[in-house]
């Protein structure tokens, strides 16, 4: 019986260690492509090529949709960030979502709006609309006040109340750097299959503002910001930067994306069954362009931010991460025909497969790993070679994939620029891996066994105000 144990206790253990091997190698050389990605970018030029789309009218009309709910700490200063755009075509849309606090009393006051017949078009269902006002001093914000239905209800009022061609949804408590619609919207130009373009999220904790924008970073105070400052800037500069080589990019983060709009309303815009609404559209973008045989892209813009609270608690940090996950498998469940079906492409054969087994189940299997590596300890079948080589490989490779991303980040307008915010950052990087990433795993766990609750709920996020200056 200890014989079959050990054996047992083997095999898994070369299993485990071909798994996070295959993951740490596709994180390496997805880490080769962000850097030739930063190459391409870097080649096309900065301000000279954004002022030329500006003199020859280079650009294309967008609206600006901000679903808010419950957002009175931060919707003044995140609408006076997106009025201020370095754009000369939009306009706002916010829809607020029933908040229960003052957001609309305060958009009222602040933006001068009075009751207008600006009416939508209707193309799903939605939750009911109480009222739709119109600023008196920028004529570009619209504000529709509607019963609370969740977020997809929100943005679906949204773009039917919306004129332009292509539209872009926003968080609330969010800053767009002034020239990242330019940056994302001439791709739109250079590419006329595009459908959907992602930007760059950064965490706007502890970053200095001046007239709601973004001039300086400072390291957030707290540990647990400073480790979302790791994962986002890893997750944006290294994976989304590779997925969009390959055309293969099924997230586009619901804080800040552009898309083509008729497709979307073709397709009876967002799904109020799921809370990962951001990811659902993609991929059914993804789907429905195989099924109708329409040529087309969805690519990632890695110079173009929008700043995005992150926690600063664990309850509310833990509860997101919890309904990420939950997202992302309701996604995968949902087009579930895809998965290893050649009918779909790359999407099928290659990202599908990608999602399901290094993203998805990378949580459970973690966990297992942790807790086979203690059963086999305990029955003295623990292959020392394997586990050290196991450990090697979560520590070095995921801070190997972290030191590529911040060598991307330092040709960023705006970066981490003193040298003691880049060494504790780098310290964050490695120190990650002791505590913090196996907690989160653990929630993403147990997110996973949920999948089936709390569907289409907003994620409401303890708010401070972005600017306390303003």
Known sequence: MQDIIKNLGLLAQILFLLYFSVLQLSFAYSGLIAVQYLRRMLRQGGKQTLEYQLKYNFVIPISILVPAYNEEATIVTSLRSFLSLHYPDFEIV?????????????????????????????????????????????????????????????????????????????????????????????????????????????????????????????????????????????????????????????????????????????????????????????????????ETNTPYSIRYSMDSVCWTQVPNDWKTLLKQRNRWQRGLIETLINHHKMFLNPKYGRIGLIAMPYFWFFEALTPIIEILGYFLTVFFWLTGTLNKEFALLFIALAIFGGSLSSLTAFTIEVFMPNRYADLRSRLVLMFTSLLENFGYRQLISFERLKGSFQVWQKKGKWGEMKREAIDKSS
């Open 94 to 290: 916010v829809i607020n979502d029933g908040s229960s606090d003052k957001t609309i009393e305060i958009i009222k006051e602040e933006f001068d709006l009075v009751p207008t017949t600006h009416y939508g078009r209707s193309f799903t269902k939605t939750a009911k609309v109480i009222e739709v006002y119109r600023s008196l001093r920028y004529p570009n914000l619209t504000v529709i006040d509607k019963e609370n239905g969740g977020k997809a209800y929100a943005l679906n009022v949204g773009l039917a109340y919306a004129r332009k061609s292509i539209f872009t949804a926003v968080d609330a408590d969010s800053l767009l750097d002034a020239d990242a619609l330019l940056r994302m919207t001439r791709r739109f130009k250079e590419e006329d299959e595009m459908i959907a373009i992602g930007g760059t999220i950064r965490v706007l904790n502890n970053a200095k503002l001046e007239n709601s924008k973004v001039v300086s970073l400072k390291n957030p105070k707290r540990w647990i910001e400073r480790f979302q400052v790791i994962e986002y800037i890893r997750a944006f500069y290294i994976g989304r930067a590779s997925l969009s080589h390959f055309n293969m990019q099924l997230i586009i983060s619901g804080a800040f994306g552009i898309f083509k709009r008729n497709p979307v309303i073709e397709m009876g815009g967002y799904r109020n069954d799921t809370v990962g609404e951001d990811m659902e559209l993609v991929v059914r973008l993804h789907r429905w362009a195989y």
